[in-house]
């Protein structure tokens, strides 16, 4: 998912026209934490439904599946909330407008393809001797 983020707000970019700069350089450094933040949030709970004795295949499942909520609101609050920055033309708006459109472009083209890749690589990588977290003793009472 770390290198999913950056595409979306590339490619952000390229769609606005707004060239990169210190400001969308450091909109890229926001982005990088949290998409990293959704990934651990997404991966932790699959490992404790692994932990918990379900299959590799079945935890990444209901792990997509139970944790798109989280994740996408995690994801949405920052979108929208730096949607008015990125649609600004007022003044003031050439140093804020490249950090929004980064991160909006960037957490959109990641919320889409990490419910998705993330699960997949995910079920390609992991294998049945990995090393698991101990199972959190609420884990099942929360969900």
Known sequence: ????????GLVALLTTGTHLSVSSGIGFLALFGV??????????????LRATGHTIESAAIEGAVLRLRPVMMTMLVATLGLLPAALSHGIGSDSQR????VIV???LGALLLSIFLLP???VWVARDVDKLPEPEADFGESS
């Open 1 to 8: 998912m770390f290198a999913i983020a950056p595409i979306g």
């Open 35 to 48: 998409s990293v933040e959704t990934g651990v949030i997404l991966l932790e709970y699959i490992n404790q």
């Open 98 to 101: 490249p950090f929004a459109i």
């Open 105 to 107: 472009g960037g957490l």
């Open 120 to 122: 997949a690589l995910y």
